[in-house]
């Protein structure tokens, strides 16, 4: 029993040491080649391996640079590439992840001269989320916020072109949907809702790319609804605005019908 008894205390005073040298701390294991490279070697492979699209390759230089020279040149262009990386994969996770690093080097870096390229990519990842125009908008609203951010913090950023383009093709996918759920009423002979949803897409959205159908499709269901004097209005705004949209002769024809 004695013996018994002097064992277990001795387990217990392990124990205790153990307790008191207290948690083993992780320290990542890395790779020995990745220390006999410079800053210049390191970025230069990951350069490499980015051009092949090895992704998580590249990654590991890219990485591994800017953890141990973040405020070198080469180490902020590091975490940028990082992002690009994650963008680059292009899957809804891949681009979160992206947009994190991205603001993550804006935050950091707030004066490079990447600011706005790194703003334009944050914008890029909501465009590259975007569901078809039947679908949710959630994504598309994000990416025309995130787009309106960008060209506001960087108004003489050389990217604004970029930016203004790819804003308003997301303003057009807005447009679009509204367009679908008025074409619906339409189908429903809910005219008025019809009218009041084109009404709200022409006045939100000046610049749609497709506002001949806007126009027509107003004219239409204003005259269903017996205001055929607006809605001449609108058949000879396809027609003077528009005369090669595939609109333009229906449009006459609807002219023709409701002459006074």
């Known amino acids: 029993m004695k013996l018994r008894h002097l064992i277990s205390i001795a387990a217990m005073l392990v124990v205790v040491a153990a307790c ?6 992780y320290r990542p294991v890395v790779d020995p080649e990745l220390l006999k490279l410079t800053k210049e070697q390191l970025f230069e ?35 940028l590439r990082i992002a690009d990386t994650y963008y680059e994969q292009g ?3 891949n681009l979160v992840e992206a947009q994190y690093k991205y603001r993550d080097f804006i935050n950091r870096y707030p004066t490079s001269d990447q600011a706005d390229y790194a703003m334009l990519r944050i914008a890029m990842c909501s465009f590259r989320q975007m569901e ?4 949710d908008q959630a994504k598309t609203h994000e ?12 108004p003489n950023s050389p990217l604004k072109a970029e930016g ?9 996918r807005l447009a679009k949907h509204e367009h679908l759920v008025a074409r619906y009423y339409m189908k429903r002979h809910s005219w008025t809702a019809a009218v009041q949803r084109l009404n709200f897409l022409i006045d939100t959205y000046p610049n749609y790319n497709n506002r001949a159908a806007v126009f027509y499709d107003l004219g239409a269901a204003l005259t269903r609804l017996g205001r055929k004097g607006e809605a001449r209005l609108y058949f000879e705004r396809v027609v003077s605005e528009f005369p090669k949209s595939e609109y333009a002769e229906p449009a006459r024809r609807r002219l023709a019908e409701t002459k006074a």
């Open 91 to 93: 899957d809804p996770v």
């Open 143 to 154: 990416a025309v916020e995130k787009f309106n951010e960008m060209l506001r913090t960087y």
């Open 164 to 172: 203004e383009t790819k804003r308003q093709e997301a303003l057009d």
């Open 20 to 25: 008191h040298r207290g948690p083993r701390i």
């Open 132 to 135: 078809k125009p039947d679908r």
């Open 45 to 79: 492979r990951g350069e490499q391996y980015y051009s092949r699209e090895k992704w998580q390759k590249s990654r590991t230089y890219y990485t591994h640079l800017y953890e141990t020279y973040p405020n070198d040149p080469l180490g902020r262009r590091s975490l």
